[in-house]
């Protein structure tokens, strides 16, 4: 009797300090951020296909003395350059991918954590295979240098080509300009001026993900022999200190690494893998999603 007691009460004991091992695990989890980015700035610099417009956020400033630009809140609109025109397939297949990840953004009130390593992460992936992957995170990724790597991107690519891009970091939905991304240096870069830009291009196999809140209005330029992953639509995306990664990303690259072996099965994986992890935490509603144009399965 005596040994069952002293049992019972070291089992007891051991209840006692494994439940508060697991209260202090729970208080000291950190939680998931969500990468949205609130624009409070009075004037508001946007990339449009004339070039940046200096806008006026009427949310901050009614009024203001003085007008960026030419006094009406918009820099004089340089002249278009003339359409180059398409480049021919040369019979050659080549792979090129543009990888951006910011999370150390200009001042230190919008930094996030591991948008530098999804776009790491995307770099290692391609490179296996068979990509030539330009990279750019954090300080490197102005609004300047995302729109001179895209350039770059479009004049390499022809219409034999592979080309991918990726781009983790804040988003948001702002004004008449809808879903954007945002540079290191605090530029809007809206889903219309990306549209734009890829509009010409010539690949007939090119993906898009964007892992970043509100981003849904970039499915525009998903349009025929193009896909596109989604990391929200109207809700926000995540990045939690557990993955170590943008919650979609991290299901991307795990999908990878299943048995999955294009971009289709990656998406659908990846979107409902981050429902699942949504579905542990209270007051998380996620909207992953994947709009796919492109006929047969996408082989990287």
């Not at 009427?58 to 007008?67: F, M, P, R």
């Not at 990726?166 to 879903?179: C, D, E, R």
Request: hydrophobic share 30%.
């Amino acid at each position: 009797m005596r040994k069952f007691v002293i049992s019972l009460i070291a089992c007891m004991f051991l209840a006692s300090f494994l439940a508060s091992i697991s209260v202090v695990d729970a208080e000291n989890k950190e939680n998931p951020v969500a990468r949205i980015y609130i624009e409070k700035r009075p004037i508001v610099p946007v990339l449009t296909e004339d070039g940046v417009e200096w806008e006026i956020n009427t949310d901050s400033y009614t009024e203001l003395l003085a007008k960026p630009g030419n006094g009406k809140g918009k820099p004089s609109k340089p002249p278009k350059p003339p359409e180059e025109p398409q480049d021919p397939p040369d019979g050659v297949v080549e792979k090129y991918a543009l990888c951006i990840g910011i999370s150390d953004y200009e001042g230190t009130g919008n930094d996030l954590n591991y948008c530098d390593d999804d776009a790491q992460e995307w770099k290692s992936f391609l490179n296996g295979e068979g990509y030539t992957v330009t990279i750019l995170t954090d300080g490197q990724a102005t609004a300047a240098n995302i729109e001179a790597k895209i350039n770059d991107l479009l004049s390499n690519e022809d219409g034999d080509d592979y080309v991918v891009f990726t781009y983790s970091g804040h988003g948001l939905k702002y004004k008449k300009h809808g879903s954007c991304m945002l540079s290191t240096d605090l530029y809007l870069i809206p889903h219309k001026w990306f549209k734009s830009k890829f509009e010409n291009a010539d690949s007939p196999h090119i993906y898009f993900t964007l892992d970043a809140c509100q981003i849904g209005g970039f499915k525009d330029s998903i349009t025929t022999n193009r896909l596109g992953a989604f990391g929200s639509n109207n809700q926000y995306s995540y990045e939690d200190p557990d993955l170590e990664n943008g919650v979609f990303t991290y299901y991307q690259m795990e999908g990878w690494n299943t048995n999955n072996n294009n971009f289709e099965d990656d998406s659908a994986y990846a979107i409902q893998g981050m429902q699942d992890w949504a579905s542990q935490y209270f007051g998380i509603t996620v909207d992953p999603f994947y709009v796919d144009n492109y006929a047969g399965d996408m082989i990287p």
